[in-house]
Nanobody, 125 residues
């Protein structure tokens, strides 16, 4: 059974950092585009960052460019999201998702079929 499990969320002050992890079980991530999405209360889910299977291509939302970095370690079957200079508007539930479609690098949620359960990120003083 394919499963994605997120971890690393928590409460952090504005300007702080967190690193989220997305670990896969039941399948190998090597050939999948992996995306990080977030959803704040009352808002639609939005794509944050996506990475190609090889890790050579990434795509970040304008709101996080220069602050967030997505990376992957296929040997560990894990994808990471390093989040720096966090802002209160970064708060929400963060989900990772997998897609076998190359167009998924555009980071649009309908292209992703396998989702994790999410991890809460709260940026507040």
């Amino acid at each position: 059974q394919q499963q994605l499990v997120e971890s690393g969320g928590g409460l952090v002050q504005p300007g702080g950092s967190l690193r989220l992890s997305c670990a896969a079980s039941g399948f190998t991530l090597d050939y999948y585009v992996i995306g990080w999405f977030r959803q704040a209360p009352g808002k639609e889910r939005e794509g944050v960052s996506c990475i190609s299977g090889s890790g050579s291509k990434t795509n970040h939302a304008d709101s996080v460019k220069g602050r967030f970095t997505i990376s992957r370690d296929n040997a560990k079957n894990t994808v990471y999201l390093q989040m720096n200079s966090l802002k209160p508007e970064d708060s929400g539930i963060y989900y990772c998702a997998a897609s076998a479609a190359i167009e998924a690098l555009l980071c649009q949620s309908p292209d992703f079929g396998s989702w994790g359960q999410g991890t809460q990120v709260t940026v507040s003083s």
